[in-house]
């Protein structure tokens, strides 16, 4: 790689990160992550295309059913692009611009990653290909259902064991459908109030990848260079021990991956205080601003449980000193925050809580509770963030009465209160 060919300030920050002439400050490094997954500046009219072109950017898009506000990878793209048509990411699963696999977790992935996924579904888990071979026949059943009859949910297998089902109990067609699933050989080809449709591999490819053959795959090592790439652009700026998470990787040897690939050019060095790090050349111009005081996050939203921003507990609590946990699993009486509390990402860092529900029949999203940090000022900047944000998650719900209950600081409520009821009806341009 030689600098001439590169843009200005690519040159300039490649040349300093080099000589370790720069280095990032935690509040620097976390304006970067937030640069880089789209949650720099406030939201412009989105397009289906910024659908598909957010999801790009930040990779993945985790997927998780719990709707008591917006089922996740709706809320996350919210959270990006403003008020949109949920319908879109559908449509694009539905139009093979997506695909769905395990990566993260179950994700909605572009489909041009498809290659790289498609390797690990070759290479399979110990624990698919085990359970495929002791059941043969509920294998063959469910692949002859689906060759015959088209595209299947699991719902339109009856139960026949006699047990009473729930998430533990699935039916043998069920995990059937889902090892031939994380075999590859059957993918999602589209959703229907949130269920998988399941369908023959070629028959989802025809249109997406129509000339697509195994021989493309890449190798393991090929994949696990791509995808550590793919992480640390995503991240904007990460030390090694940020990367595997991000795709769930592999743990062991990512250091000296990173150190090859920061040696033939393809990722950047940088520090994070003391400790080594690396920037994706894609992020050498926000980096560059970041780092001249030219461009900080302006934004006002909230984050969904299973944001990339969040996900990783343990970055979050490095970068923003935000300590996490969803308490859908704890006891009611010993939650401390509430059920599905969101985060609340203000001005570049994060700043407390917000646990919502949104009553879609009554028209009414209820916040039940917001809890800011110990360190964060009430002040008219953060009540008049929030009151925007408010105005339009509940107006993009369909729930455009907005009741808040209670906070702590408890002075905030009162703020808030008049704020939303200063507003005239029309959500705010978010801030």
Not at 5 to 23: A, D, F, M, Q, S
Not at 234 to 258: E, M, Q, S
Not at 347 to 356: E, Q, Y
Request: some cysteine; hydrophobic content about 40%.
């Amino acid at each position: 790689m030689t600098l001439g060919c590169l843009p200005y300030n690519y040159t300039v920050l490649y040349g300093r990160l080099e000589v370790g002439l720069i280095e990032f400050s935690v509040v620097a490094a976390r304006e970067l992550l937030l640069a880089a997954q789209g949650l720099g500046s406030a939201p412009k009219r989105a397009t289906k295309d910024d659908v598909r072109g957010i999801i790009r950017r930040m990779g993945v898009l985790q997927i998780d059913s719990i709707s008591v506000v917006a089922r996740s990878p709706y809320l996350v793209l919210w959270s990006r692009l403003g008020s949109y048509e949920p319908r879109w990411l559908d449509e694009l699963l539905a139009e093979g611009a997506l695909f769905e696999y395990w990566s993260h977790a179950a994700c909605f992935i572009p489909i041009e990653d498809y290659g790289l996924y498609r390797r690990l579904m070759i290479e399979g888990g110990e624990k698919t290909r085990t359970w495929m071979r002791a059941h043969r026949e509920e294998i063959a059943h469910v692949m002859e259902r689906v060759n015959k009859n088209g595209p299947v949910r699991a719902a339109e297998f009856a139960r026949t064991d006699g047990k009473a089902g729930g998430w533990w109990e699935w039916k043998p067609e069920k995990r059937a459908l889902e090892h031939l699933f994380a075999a590859g050989e059957l993918m999602i080809s589209r959703r229907e109030n949130f269920h998988r449709v399941y369908d023959l591999r070629e028959r989802v490819l025809a249109n997406a990848l129509p000339d697509w053959e195994d021989a493309l795959a890449p190798n393991e090592q090929e994949v696990r260079r791509a995808l550590a790439l793919k992480a640390v652009r995503a991240l904007g700026v990460a030390v090694a021990r940020w990367v595997p998470d991000y795709f769930r990787t592999p743990k062991k040897g990512v250091a000296g991956l990173l150190e090859e690939l920061a040696d033939e050019g393809s990722l950047l060095r940088a520090r994070i205080g003391d400790e080594p790090a690396y920037v994706h050349p894609d992020n050498a111009g926000p980096a560059e601003k970041i780092l001249s005081g030219g461009l900080r996050s302006s934004v006002t939203t909230l984050l969904s449980p299973f944001d990339p921003v969040v996900w990783d507990r343990a970055r979050a609590l490095e970068l923003f000193g935000f300590e996490y946990k969803i308490e859908v699993y704890t006891p009611a009486a010993r939650r401390r925050y509430g059920y599905y509390s969101l985060p609340i990402l203000h001005n570049g860092d994060l700043v407390g809580r917000l646990d919502a529900k949104a009553h879609r029949k009554q028209g009414t999203f209820e916040v039940k509770a917001i809890h800011l940090e110990a360190d964060t000022p009430v002040n008219d900047d953060l009540v008049s963030g929030l009151a925007d944000l408010l105005r339009d998650c509940a107006s993009w719900h369909g729930t455009p009465e907005v009741l808040v209950r209670r906070s702590d600081p408890s002075e905030l409520t009162g703020m808030l209160r008049l704020a939303l009821d200063a507003g005239t009806g029309t959500p705010a341009p978010r801030r």
